[in-house]
C-alpha cells in the first residue's frame, strides 16, 4: 500500500490552484480532505502525477445563510458540517448524512467538496444534495459559474467540472416553510458505503406533498434523482398509504447490482424499506 | 505523614497493567519501531492468481530502479534448499515456488532495497509470466477424482491430507440405534481472519563478524522458532538470537512461521545487512494463515424424554494449500474432540478429514485454544436444534444433560478428563442476571405483534492449558513452560517467562503470582519475556496455555524460594523451620505471631547472613509440565432483536458469565472477556473471507473484511463464578479464549430463536442482513 511517485503542489489560493490544473492539462488531481484519493494512490488504483493540495487555500471552509440560500465552502469537514447549529436545527437531512459518513476519524479530515466532486455513487452527499436541489459553485482561472446539481453527475467518477476547474461552493436553497428531509442509511458496519440509502426532501402544505426530491446513494451507477419516486410523492396526501405505495416505486426505479453487501432483490427490498421510513420521518419534521 | 508501603497486590486484587504506561504515551516497541544502522527494506510480488504455472520471472527491470539492490525468486532459495519448509503440522509449504503458485497473493518474489518506498516501486517493475491452472476453491470437488491436484508434489492422487477420528465408533452407532430420536445439521464456520492491528513483520540482521542471527520477529513462539530456524538453516541454535518485542495482537495467527520471515533472514545472509519487512494490510489479509473452514454435519441421539445420549460428527476441514495450522503434534484437528461439551453423554465418535484446496495455508488457532469454537458451535447449535425438535426450552434441555459437579473430574466420552466444573451454577447466575423468565413472556407478547426477538443459550466448556508431556509436543518440543525467579538482595525481583504477551498482560499477573506466592509488592517485581537469549525455554502463548502452564511454573518456583526463604527465616530467628509458619505474607513462629520475618527481610539475608552450608542467593528455576489440560467454562444469555425491513440483528442484551477457576486479576479478565465476546461476536455477524470461483478472496481488504469496531459493539454484561482448577497450584484455569470459543453459538441460537416460528431451524454465520432478511421473505412467501 505504497502510492507511486507523484509531484506535490501546495497552491496559496484557488487561482494558483486552478492555474496548475490547467498547467499539468488532466496529468494533476485536487487533494482537499484526501479520504478517497489517498486510500486509491496507495493501492495504486489512481497514479496521478501531480497532487494539487488545497490545504493551504484559505477562504474555501464556511457555511453560512444568505441570498436565499445555505452556502457551503468546498473545504468544509464534515464534522464541521456534523456540529453545526444552523444545519442541525434547519436542514437535518445533512446532519443525517454526516452523521454516516465514514467515522469520525475520517469525518475529521474529509471535505464536502471531496465527497462530492470524486462523484462516487457510493458517497453519501450527492443523493442528499440532488434530493436538495443544490447547486454547486465551479470556480476556474477565467472566474466562476454555478452548475445545477442536476447537470453535475454525468457518470460514474464523472462530473460536469471542466478539467482546469475546481469546485468551491455548495448552495442549498433556503428550507421554505413547511419543508422536511431526511437521509436513511444502511451499512454493513459504520464506515461501509450503504448497502442502500435514501435522501428526501419534502414541501407538506395542508396534509400534502407540495414539492418532493428524492435520491438513493450507492443503487445506480451515478448518483441521479429518483424522479418516478418524486412523482409517486407529489400531489398526494403525507399519508402511510402514500409514502409505502413511493417507496414501492423507489424499490422498482433503482438500478442497484449485487455484491458482497447483498443480491440485487436485497437491495431493492432494503431501498422500499428506508424509503418508507425516510419518507415518514421527513413528513413528521414537516410540521 | 508516614510513607505507605507499596500494596502486595496478590490473587484477586486489579492493579493496573504495568505494560500500559508505555502504550498510553505511545513508547511501545513493536518490530515496525527497530532501526538498524544499514537497514534494508524488503517488499514482495505476489501472485494475482489462485492456482497457476509460473512461466518466466524477469527481474531485470526491478534491478535497474535505482536503490533495489537484490529480487529474491524461487529459483535462489532452491539453490540454497530452502525453496520449501516445514509446516508445524509437519506438512510442507513453498517460501518461494519454483514451477506453480497455489493461492492468491502467493509470495513469488521479494525485492530488497534501501527504502520501503523503492522496494514497492521494484515490486512493480518485476515481470512474471503466468499460465493459470484451475482453481480448486470447493473443498467437497477438491476430493473428486477429476479434481486438479494442489499439491502433486505430495505424490498422491488425491487432494486428501489426513484422515483423524476420535470415540468410539461401534458404541455410538449402538446408542443411536437404540435411541428414540436423531437431529441431524449442516454448520459450517467459515474461514476467517485474526486481523490482529499489528500485521506481521520481522527485522533479519545477520552478523557476519560473529556469525549470529539476530531476528526481532511478530511471534507468539520465540523459542520454538529459534529450534526451528536451527534445524531448517543449520545455523547452530546458539547463533540465533529471536527477539519478539512489543506484540500487537496475535491471536494464534503469529505462531506459524511466514515465508517472509524466511526471505528476510536469507535477504540478511546475502546483502550482509540488517533487513526489514513488514506486511501491510492487504497483505496480512490475503496471504497470512487463515483460521475456521469447517464443514461439519452433526447429529445428536436422544431420548424422547430429552435425555442426550450420544453425538456423531464429520467434518471437512479446508487447509488450503498446506496443513499450516499450529496444532500439538498427535492432534491434527486440534481438541476438536471436546465437541461433547458441558453434556454427559454415553458416547460419542468424531471424524475430520482435511483437504487441500487453491487458499491460503492454515488454519491457525484463532482464539480458540485448538479447534474448540468449531466444537463449542456444534455441540451448543445441536442442543437448541434438539430443543426445537422436542419443543422444550433450552434451558431446561441443558439442566437435564448437565454433567453433574459431582461428577468430576469426569472422563468424557472422546477420551479427556475434566478437572472441575459446576455448570448449573454457572447458567442459574447467568439467567437470574438476565431476567430470562420476563424474557420469554417479552418474546411472546412480541411474537404475537409480528415483532422478532430471540434469546440464545450456550453453556460451553472450554479445554485450554497445552500440555501434559506424555501427549503434548509441537514438532516433539513437549508443551511444558517455564519461569525463573531471582529475588534481589533488597527484596524486589526480576521473573523470565518462556511464554509472550501480546497483549494478555502477563507483565503484570506474573508478577501478582510472584507477589502472592512470596509477599513482595507487585511493584517491585519486572517481569521480562520474548528474548530467547534471556528468558527460559517455552513453547510461548496461545491456546488459553500461559496461566495454567507457565503461571504454574511461575508458582512452583516462587514456592521453592519460598521453602528456601523459611529454611533462612528459621535462621535469622533461632528456632527450626518446623517452627514456623507462612501467614499474612510472612513467616512467623508458631504462636508467636510477633516473630516474623519479612520476605524483604529473608532476601536481605540471602545475600548477607545467609547460614553456613546453604548456598547464597535467593533465586528459582522451574519447567512445569502441567498433569492434565484446564476446562473453563461458561454461561451466556444473548437477546437479539432482528429488523424484518432490513434483516439487521441487534444485540440488545448479552450477559457473560465465566468460570476460568481462581482469577489473578480481575480487572485484566474481564478486559479479556470483553475483547474475546467482541471477537466471538465478529464472525457470528460480520466477518468471512469468501472466494469466488477463481479463486479470488473477496474480503481482501478491511472495507469487505468487516472487523467491527466498539459502534457495533453491545454493552457486555460480565460476571463469574469460580471453580478451581485442582491439578493446578492455585487453581486457575485460563481465559483468554473462552468468550471467543462460548459467544458466536449464544448469538446464533438466539437469531435462530427468534425466526423459529416461521420454521427457521439453523443459521450458518456470519448472519448478514441479506441472509436473514431471505430467511424471513422465504418463510412469508412459503406462508402466502
Not at chain 1, 276 to 281: G, K, N, P, Y
Not at chain 2, 37 to 48: A, F, N, Q
Not at chain 2, 176 to 185: N, P
Not at chain 2, 362 to 385: K, L, P, Q
Request: with cysteine; charged share 25%; hydrophobic share 40%.
Amino acid at each position: 500500500m505504497i502510492p507511486g511517485k507523484f509531484e506535490y503542489h501546495v497552491p496559496a489560493d484557488v487561482g494558483q490552484a486552478a492555474a496548475l490544473l490547467r498547467h499539468y492539462d488532466g496529468e494533476a488531481k485536487i487533494l482537499a480532505g484526501g479520504q478517497s484519493l489517498i486510500p486509491m494512490m496507495r493501492f495504486r488504483l489512481a497514479q496521478p502525477e501531480h497532487l494539487i493540495d488545497l490545504s493551504k487555500v484559505p477562504g474555501l471552509s464556511y457555511i453560512e445563510e444568505r441570498d436565499g440560500h445555505l452556502a457551503i465552502g468546498a473545504l468544509t469537514t464534515e464534522s464541521e458540517l456534523e456540529h453545526n447549529a444552523t444545519i442541525r436545527d434547519r436542514y437535518p437531512i445533512l446532519k443525517d448524512a454526516t452523521d454516516v459518513i465514514a467515522d469520525p476519524l475520517v469525518r475529521n479530515l474529509a471535505t464536502v467538496g471531496g465527497n462530492i466532486a470524486h462523484a462516487d455513487p457510493a458517497n453519501d452527499h450527492p443523493a442528499v444534495l440532488l434530493a436538495l436541489r443544490a447547486d454547486v459553485v465551479a470556480t476556474g482561472v477565467d472566474g466562476h459559474r454555478v452548475i445545477p446539481i442536476d447537470e453535475f453527475f454525468l457518470d460514474t467518477f464523472v462530473t460536469g467540472l471542466e478539467p482546469d476547474e475546481i469546485l468551491t461552493e455548495i448552495r442549498i436553497p433556503t428550507a421554505k416553510s413547511g419543508t422536511g428531509s431526511a437521509y436513511l442509511k444502511l451499512e454493513r458496519k459504520v464506515g461501509d458505503y450503504a448497502i442502500g440509502a435514501v435522501a428526501v426532501s419534502m414541501v407538506v402544505r395542508d396534509g400534502v406533498i407540495a414539492e418532493a426530491g428524492v435520491a438513493m446513494t450507492n443503487v445506480s451507477p451515478y448518483p441521479v434523482r429518483a424522479v418516478q419516486t418524486e412523482a409517486a410523492l407529489v400531489g398526494r396526501p403525507a399519508t402511510a398509504a402514500t409514502f409505502a405505495a413511493a417507496a414501492e416505486t423507489a424499490s422498482q426505479e433503482c438500478e442497484p447490482s449485487g455484491d458482497n453487501r447483498g443480491p440485487e432483490e436485497y437491495k431493492r427490498a432494503v431501498i422500499r424499506t428506508l424509503a418508507e421510513r425516510a419518507f415518514s420521518l421527513a413528513a413528521e419534521r414537516a410540521n | 505523614m508516614a510513607i505507605e508501603s507499596p500494596k502486595i497486590m496478590g490473587y484477586g486484587t486489579s492493579p493496573k497493567r504495568k505494560e500500559d504506561p508505555r502504550f498510553l504515551h505511545g513508547k511501545g516497541t513493536y518490530v515496525d519501531d527497530i532501526k538498524l544502522p544499514g537497514m534494508l527494506h524488503m517488499d514482495i510480488v505476489r501472485s494475482p492468481y489462485a492456482h497457476a504455472k509460473i512461466t518466466n520471472i524477469n527481474i531485470e527491470p526491478a534491478l535497474e530502479t535505482p536503490g533495489v539492490l537484490a529480487v529474491i525468486t524461487g529459483k535462489d532459495l532452491d539453490a540454497a534448499g530452502l525453496a520449501w519448509m516445514p509446516t508445524l503440522m509437519s506438512d510442507t509449504q513453498m517460501v518461494l515456488p519454483v514451477e506453480k503458485v497455489v493461492y492468491q497473493s502467493q509470495e513469488v518474489a521479494a525485492v530488497i532495497a534501501t527504502d520501503r518506498y523503492t522496494a514497492a516501486d521494484g515490486v512493480m517493475a518485476v515481470e512474471v509470466d503466468y499460465e493459470p491452472l484451475p482453481a480448486v476453491v470447493d473443498p467437497f470437488k477438491a476430493l473428486e477424482k477429476d479434481s486438479p491436484l494442489v499439491r502433486p508434489d505430495k505424490g498422491k492422487d488425491t487432494n486428501h491430507i489426513w484422515h483423524w477420528e476420535a470415540g468410539d465408533k461401534d458404541a455410538t452407532d449402538k446408542v443411536f440405534a437404540d435411541a428414540d430420536i436423531v437431529v441431524e445439521e449442516d454448520l459450517y464456520i467459515p474461514r476467517i481472519h485474526v486481523a490482529s492491528i499489528e500485521t506481521c513483520g520481522c527485522v533479519a540482521s545477520y552478523d557476519a563478524v560473529n556469525g549470529k542471527l539476530t531476528i526481532w520477529m511478530t511471534t507468539q513462539a520465540p523459542h520454538a522458532i529459534r529450534t526451528v530456524f536451527s534445524l531448517v538453516s543449520g545455523i547452530p541454535e546458539h547463533k540465533i538470537r529471536v527477539i519478539s518485542p512489543d506484540i500487537g495482537g496475535g491471536f494464534g495467527g503469529k505462531v506459524p512461521v511466514y515465508p517472509g520471515y524466511v526471505i528476510a533472514v536469507v535477504a540478511s545472509l546475502k546483502t550482509g545487512r540488517p533487513v526489514k519487512w513488514i506486511e501491510d494490510r492487504s497483505e496480512n489479509l490475503q496471504a497470512d494463515s487463515f483460521a475456521r473452514d469447517y464443514h461439519i454435519t452433526a447429529q445428536l441421539a436422544a431420548d424422547k424424554d430429552g435425555r442426550i445420549r450420544g453425538m456423531k460428527v464429520k467434518t471437512l476441514a479446508d487447509h488450503g494449500a498446506a496443513d499450516a495450522a499450529a496444532n500439538p503434534s498427535k492432534f491434527p484437528a486440534g481438541l476438536f474432540s471436546i465437541c461433547t461439551g458441558s453434556y454427559d453423554l454415553e458416547a460419542a465418535h468424531v471424524e475430520v478429514d482435511a483437504v487441500y484446496t487453491t487458499k491460503p495455508p492454515g488454519g491457525v488457532a484463532y482464539r480458540c485454544s485448538f479447534r474448540v469454537t468449531e466444537a463449542v458451535h456444534t455441540i451448543e447449535r445441536m442442543v437448541d436444534r434438539l430443543a426445537v425438535e422436542l419443543d422444550r426450552d433450552p434451558a431446561d434441555l441443558r439442566y437435564q444433560n448437565f454433567i453433574p459437579k459431582e461428577n468430576f473430574p469426569y472422563k468424557s466420552p472422546t477420551g479427556w478428563e475434566y478437572d472441575s466444573g459446576d455448570y448449573k451454577q454457572a447458567l442459574d447466575v447467568a439467567l437470574e442476571r438476565i431476567g430470562y423468565e420476563d424474557l420469554r413472556k417479552e418474546q411472546a407478547e412480541k411474537r404475537a405483534r409480528g415483532e422478532l426477538m430471540g434469546i440464545g443459550i450456550s453453556t460451553f466448556t472450554e479445554i485450554v492449558g497445552a500440555g501434559p508431556s506424555n501427549t503434548f509436543d509441537i514438532l516433539g518440543i513437549k508443551m511444558f513452560d517455564s519461569a525463573e525467579i531471582r529475588i534481589h538482595p533488597t527484596g524486589s525481583a526480576i521473573v523470565r517467562i518462556g511464554v509472550q504477551t501480546q497483549g494478555q498482560g502477563h507483565e503484570t499477573t506474573f508478577a501478582q503470582i510472584v507477589a502472592e506466592e512470596l509477599g513482595l509488592p507487585v511493584d517491585n517485581i519486572t517481569v521480562e519475556h520474548g528474548d530467547t537469549d534471556t528468558a527460559p525455554y517455552g513453547l510461548g502463548t496461545y491456546a488459553s496455555r500461559s496461566t495454567p502452564t507457565a503461571g504454574a511454573a511461575t508458582a512452583v518456583a516462587a514456592r521453592k524460594i519460598r521453602e528456601k526463604a523459611k529454611h533462612i527465616a528459621a535462621h535469622l530467628l533461632e528456632c527450626n523451620p518446623d517452627d514456623l509458619e507462612w501467614k499474612d505474607y510472612k513467616f512467623s513462629v508458631k504462636g508467636v505471631p510477633d516473630r516474623s520475618k519479612t520476605m524483604q527481610e529473608i532476601a536481605f539475608a540471602a545475600y548477607t547472613n545467609h547460614p553456613q552450608g546453604m548456598e547464597a542467593g535467593l533465586e528459582a528455576v522451574n519447567y512445569y509440565d502441567p498433569p492434565n489440560l484446564t476446562f473453563p467454562f461458561g454461561a451466556y444469555v444473548c437477546v437479539v432483536d432482528i429488523d424484518p425491513g432490513t434483516g439487521v440483528v441487534k444485540i440488545r442484551r448479552f450477559v457473560a458469565i465465566d468460570d476460568c477457576g481462581t482469577v489473578i486479576n480481575p480487572m485484566i479478565v474481564e478486559g479479556q472477556i470483553h475483547g474475546g465476546l467482541t471477537m466471538g461476536m465478529a464472525p457470528s455477524l460480520f466477518e468471512e473471507i469468501p472466494y469466488d470461483e477463481n479463486g479470488n478472496n473477496m474480503a481482501g481488504t478491511f472495507m469487505d473484511y468487516l472487523l467491527p469496531t466498539s459502534l457495533e459493539t453491545p454493552n457486555w454484561e460480565t460476571g463469574n463464578t469460580v471453580t478451581p482448577s485442582p491439578h493446578h497450584p492455585f487453581g486457575a484455569k485460563g481465559v483468554g479464549e473462552s468468550p471467543t470459543v462460548g459467544a458466536p453459538p449464544a448469538i446464533v441460537n438466539a437469531v435462530v430463536d427468534a425466526l423459529s416460528h416461521l420454521g427457521v431451524k439453523h443459521v450458518d454465520i456470519p448472519m448478514t442482513p441479506w441472509k436473514i432478511h431471505k430467511l424471513i421473505t422465504d418463510a412469508q412467501a412459503t406462508t402466502a
